[in-house]
């Protein structure tokens, strides 16, 4: 399985942003699905999640800025972030569950990740 990442940039705060994850494999609609970030100097950390059935889950950090969705049809995870703020700025991860049909779960538990991407840099100017 390979994941690419997609539609970071350098944006204003207050702006907004969508990253796109694409999958391989013909299995995507049976796994979920998470955005991770790492801000330079700091942890790679939980942002958001959805479950093979798409029930979410958002860090409290960006919960009511951030939206994620899938489209199974096109083997994508998207991540819609609006009112970007400067601490918003670090490289995105997206990443496949490692188990499958877990319907209404989702996890923020990075170690439930199977497969990366490689990252797209977002960069939030004040």
């Known amino acids: 399985v390979q994941l690419q990442a997609s539609g970071g940039g350098l944006v204003q705060a207050g702006g907004s942003l969508r990253l796109s994850c694409v999958a391989s494999g013909r299995t995507f609609s049976w796994y979920g699905m998470g955005w991770f970030r790492q801000a330079p100097g700091k942890e790679r950390e939980f942002v958001s999640a959805?479950?093979?059935?798409?029930?979410?889950a958002y860090a409290d950090s960006v919960k009511g800025r951030f939206t994620i969705s899938r489209d199974n049809a096109k083997n994508t995870v998207y991540l819609q972030m609006n009112s970007l703020k400067p601490e918003d700025t670090a490289v995105y991860y997206c990443a496949r569950d490692r188990a499958p049909f877990r319907t209404t779960i989702t996890t923020m538990d990075q170690s439930e990740y199977e497969y990366w991407g490689q990252g797209t840099q977002v960069t939030v100017s004040s």
């Open positions: 959805i479950s093979d059935s798409s029930s979410t």
